[in-house]
């Protein structure tokens, strides 16, 4: 089962580079989103998308694009990196439902380094 | 969004139970409470939820108090590989609870 993958797994850029971390699920979830997690502190939400056409910013959206094509897909791009966003990004997904205590699933992480 | 208040760390010994207590003082009445755990270099995996009842499963026991103000994930037997740290979560289940919101968790140690 294939679950959340993402891509790449680990990846090195200089600053003010751009790069687009691929984040793609089979399981037909409607809802996507993006975390980050900083050295030794917890996940915090980048962006998140509710359905095909439809993301929305989450806690820290500054320096981060996201656009949701089809139901599969849900990128990540850093148009510009910066040292600040040397960190390790989820993506996680999870069907929509009423009252149904929806499981997360999260992908394995992208560890990005901003030299 | 309503937030959870959970101890930065714990210690416990390998074979032994382990409560871990999460506070949750403005919990809304569609608010789910969801335990999840992140193993090193790991994404975080589900581990149990419940609204109102406790709940068992294979993996932990959940316990709930009355007025749901606060809650206690239970693993019954500590081993090496419950080193993680722990997750507790509110999800809006009347929104879909698609904002959801992680807290910097509890890490748990667990000594041989």
């Known amino acids: 089962n294939a679950g959340v993958t993402q891509t790449p797994k680990f990846q090195v850029l200089k600053t003010g580079q751009s790069m687009t971390l691929q984040c793609a699920q089979d399981m037909n979830h409607e809802y996507m989103s993006w975390y980050r997690q900083d050295p030794g502190m917890g996940l915090r939400l980048i962006h998140y998308?509710?359905?095909?056409?439809?993301?929305d910013q989450g806690e820290v959206p500054n320096g981060y694009n996201v656009s949701r094509s089809t139901t599969e897909d849900f990128p990540l791009r850093l148009l510009s990196a910066a040292p600040s966003q040397t960190s390790v990004y989820f993506c996680a997904s999870s069907r929509r439902g009423l009252y149904s205590g929806n499981t997360i699933y999260f992908g394995e992480g992208s560890w990005l380094t901003v030299v | 969004d309503a937030k959870t208040t959970q101890p930065n760390s714990m210690e416990s010994n390998e074979e032994e139970p382990v409560h871990l207590p999460c506070n949750h003082s403005?919990?809304?009445?569609?608010?789910?409470i969801h335990w999840y755990r992140q193993l090193p270099s790991q994404g975080p995996e589900y581990v149990i939820h419940g609204l109102t009842s406790n709940v068992n499963n294979r993996m932990a026991s959940l316990a709930i108090a009355e007025d749901r103000k606060s809650s206690t994930l239970i693993l019954h037997r500590a081993t090496l590989r419950d080193a993680a740290v722990y997750y507790c979560?509110?999800?809006?289940?009347?929104?879909?609870?698609?904002?959801?919101?992680f807290g910097a968790g509890t890490r748990l140690f667990v000594k041989a």
């Open positions: 979560i509110l999800r809006d289940e009347n929104t879909g609870g698609f904002k959801t919101i």
């Open positions: 998308s509710v359905g095909a056409g439809i993301t």
């Open positions: 403005t919990i809304s009445g569609t608010d789910y």
